[in-house]
């Protein structure tokens, strides 16, 4: 699977938008950009996918560039709740996220 | 529909000791999968089961073992404990398994159960 740089912490306001990034250079064709997030003492919970569209749904929206070397990810009002680690994961569709490969992923702490 | 749950939520034994943690998947799913969460090595894949079958095994020595009932219950074993093996256990549970819906399966977490070992 392809590896993925991500900051190791950001700072975000609450009620604005926080926009983490990730880096994956050596994304291959068939690999997918998956973001999941872990709450502390919680198990990781499934954000967004995608290819190479951008995507939306009810909590976050995903951008991935034109080249697919990188995206990110968009919390547009963020919450004290959503204060985590957000994981940027990149992998063929067929893993099902068995063997999904988590990194140390960006600690997101939303202020109020 | 109730989410993924584990038993116990914390533990503490002693180096030498087993365990076993017990997890019980989102109704509807047959896939099992349980992974180890330390601060040193991150998030790391133990073993995947789906009908009562280990399918995928991640790289832990033999003192790790599983097994799924036929109502897709699953329990993870650990022997002859170490100190090393204190960690948050976490179970995930999917539909199908990997390579078999032609879709994105999403993994559904349970909260854990956190191991202290003395």
């Known amino acids: 699977d392809a590896k993925t740089t991500q900051p190791p912490s950001m700072d975000c306001a609450e009620g604005r938008a926080a926009n983490l990034p990730c880096n994956h250079s050596?994304?291959?064709?068939?690999?997918?950009v998956y973001w999941y997030r872990q709450i502390h003492s919680q198990g990781p919970q499934y954000i967004i996918h995608?290819?190479?569209n951008n995507e939306t749904n009810e909590m976050a929206s995903l951008i991935i560039t034109e080249d697919r070397k990188s995206s990110t990810l968009i919390l547009p009002h963020a919450t004290l709740r959503d204060t985590a680690v957000y994981y940027c994961?990149?992998?063929?569709?067929?893993?099902?996220?068995?063997?999904?490969?988590f990194g140390e992923g960006t600690q997101l702490t939303v202020n109020p | 529909k109730a989410g993924v749950t584990q038993t116990p939520r914390y533990l503490i034994k002693t180096r030498g000791q087993q365990v076993t943690l017990s997890c019980s998947p989102i109704?509807?799913?047959?896939?099992v999968s349980w992974y180890q969460q330390t601060p040193g090595q991150g998030l790391q894949f133990l073993f995947e089961?789906?009908?009562?079958?280990?399918?995928n095994k991640g790289n832990f020595p033999g003192r790790f073992s599983g097994r799924q009932f036929s109502n897709s219950r699953s329990e993870m074993n650990v022997s002859t404990l170490e100190l090393g093996d204190s960690a948050l256990y976490l179970c995930?549970?999917?539909?199908?398994?990997?390579?078999?819906?032609?879709?994105?399966?999403?993994?559904?977490f349970g909260p854990g159960t956190r191991l202290t070992v003395l």
């Open positions: 995930a549970s999917s539909p199908y398994l990997r390579g078999t819906s032609g879709s994105h399966n999403e993994q559904f």
């Open positions: 050596t994304i291959s064709g068939n690999e997918y």
């Open positions: 995608g290819l190479k």
């Open positions: 994961i990149v992998s063929p569709p067929e893993t099902s996220g068995s063997r999904l490969t």
């Open positions: 109704s509807g799913h047959r896939s």
């Open positions: 089961y789906f009908s009562e079958t280990q399918r």
